[in-house]
């Protein structure tokens, strides 16, 4: 583990971070793919260690710099869960660049929308992920958008003009670093926006995530988090980081994989959708000798407090509670393995320690709304200058709070803070926020016939239903305008009004 002393944020850079570990366990085992990479992206399985994937990451932002990208320029990455993923984001930032993870399911419309205003000099993915066609339509958004210059893909016949990336899996390097190291998306009422973090702001969230799950030095992380959000890398990158371990990634969810890795991988701690636990416990796949900590990602912060009590003869099961992109604030179950609302006005790492790291500060604004502020929370609009345009931005209000639109009562008796409902408008299906009002425009454009409605789901919060005349029609329009493919999916072969 890098952290002596927790009592102050350490004042390093992500890469710092990835540097000490790599001197002092060069020939540790650092990145693990999926063990079924092959089924849904080129390659095999690559297992990594700290020297080889310091090789990489020297290697990606030297070719980085060599392109002619300059200090601060915004490369856009869509990237499956696997070791480039990591060795990208990291490449960038040794780079002295910042990175953009771009949500998997983003097609064209919202990739070129989102890059267009930040301004992205270069597009990083990867020849397939699953079916699609990755550099494809990254190629698509280099045409619409003159400020991408290059379009970087690993993988396998890939089109004139992109620059491969697979050979740099060996390397050279850059140094510099810019005040913002990370940008992601979110999406409110008024739009997408963009989310930028400093080093401290994510070490922050990474520090909240390996304190409160009690996550030990070496450790050795299972993630199912793909790392296109905060929340993603709050629960995966940055706590392998901070501990120096081995982090194991896992595309969508193959539970065959998921038994295999466990296994094979000897993982102390996974990171799993929070409504998935029940069933992956009781199908045995938490059973394996050696885990010792669960962390459960709730996407919909509402829905934890119902979740059935926890029990295993070992491990440990943490709540990891996602705001959006403003936060991820963790609660671990007590003995009797039932959830633990937040605390009222401050939440702490580890929970109920007097010698606890302030994770952040809580409270209900004067609409009924959560509102947070604290060390990982974001708060200056991104680009600069947006909060003088009229796109929609990232507003931190009086007292540096950020308003995460999640309804909330708090009672003050127990002196706990409990989240009732999703923000109002938005739905969240997995890791993925729509506007329904602009989902219900775009399908009527498509389709003046055809309806789109959101329905809850138990474990993805909600899915999305169209009903159309006819759903290949609608599908295939929605396709041609480049929608995420949740939208277009949502009208089957078939549907009739």
Request: glycine residues 10%; proline residues 7%; charged residues 20%.
């Amino acid at each position: 583990m890098i952290l002596g002393k927790t009592e102050s944020l350490p004042a390093a850079t992500l890469d710092d971070m990835f540097r000490q570990a790599a001197a002092r366990r060069p020939e540790a085992l650092a990145l693990v793919d999926p063990p079924n990479r092959s089924s849904f992206t080129d390659g095999l399985p690559r297992r990594l260690t700290y020297t080889e994937a310091d090789r990489a990451i020297d290697a990606i932002a030297s070719r980085l710099g060599r392109l002619g990208l300059q200090t601060d320029a915004v490369v856009g990455i869509q990237l499956p869960n696997t070791v480039e993923s990591v060795l990208t984001i990291l490449g960038v930032l040794r780079a002295g660049m910042i990175a953009v993870p771009l949500p998997l399911l983003w097609r064209r419309a919202d990739a070129a929308a989102a890059l267009r205003r930040l301004g992205a000099k270069a597009i990083v993915t990867t020849a397939r992920i699953g079916d699609f066609d990755a550099c494809a339509m990254a190629m698509q958004v280099a045409a619409d958008l003159f400020a991408v210059r290059h379009v970087c893909s690993f993988g396998r016949n890939l089109p004139d003009g992109v620059i491969a990336f697979d050979t740099l899996l060996d390397g050279e390097a850059s140094d510099s670093w810019p005040p913002v190291a990370l940008v992601t998306f979110d999406v409110t009422p008024g739009g997408v926006i963009a989310v930028a973090r400093n080093h401290a702001e994510l070490i922050a969230g990474g520090l909240a995530t390996l304190l409160e799950g009690g996550i030990e030095p070496d450790a050795r992380l299972l993630g199912c988090c793909a790392t296109g959000s905060f929340a993603g890398a709050a629960l995966t990158v940055m706590p392998w980081l901070l501990s120096g371990g081995t982090l194991s990634l896992h595309h969508g969810f193959d539970p065959d994989a998921f038994g295999a890795q466990c296994r094979e991988d000897c993982c102390d701690t996974v990171v799993v959708p929070g409504a998935l636990v029940p069933q992956l416990s009781q199908a045995g796949l938490l059973a394996h000798a050696g885990l010792k900590h669960v962390l459960a990602a709730w996407r919909t912060p509402e829905r934890f407090l119902v979740s059935p009590a926890w029990q295993h003869p070992r491990a440990t099961l943490t709540d990891m509670l996602i705001f959006g992109e403003t936060a991820v604030i963790g609660s671990r179950r007590d003995a009797d393995g039932l959830p633990v609302p937040l605390p009222a006005e401050a939440a702490k790492s580890p929970r109920g320690s007097a010698n606890g790291r302030p994770v952040a500060d809580i409270v209900r604004t004067e609409t009924g709304t959560l509102a947070l502020r604290g060390p990982m929370v974001p708060r200056h609009p991104f680009p600069p200058g947006a909060a003088r345009l009229s796109a929609p931005h990232l507003k931190a209000h009086a007292g540096g709070f950020v308003d995460t639109l999640y309804p909330c009562r708090i009672d003050r008796m127990l002196g706990t803070v409990m989240v009732s409902g999703p923000p109002p408008g938005i739905v969240s299906v997995g890791g993925y926020r729509f506007v329904l009002s602009e989902l219900e425009g775009l399908v009527r454009r498509a389709n003046g016939a055809a309806v789109i409605t959101a329905l809850p789901d138990a474990l993805a919060g909600h899915r999305l239903a169209g009903i159309s005349g006819g759903g290949d029609d609608v599908r295939a329009a929605l396709a041609d305008h480049g929608v995420n493919s949740l939208i277009a999916g949502a009208f089957q072969a078939g549907t009739s009004r």
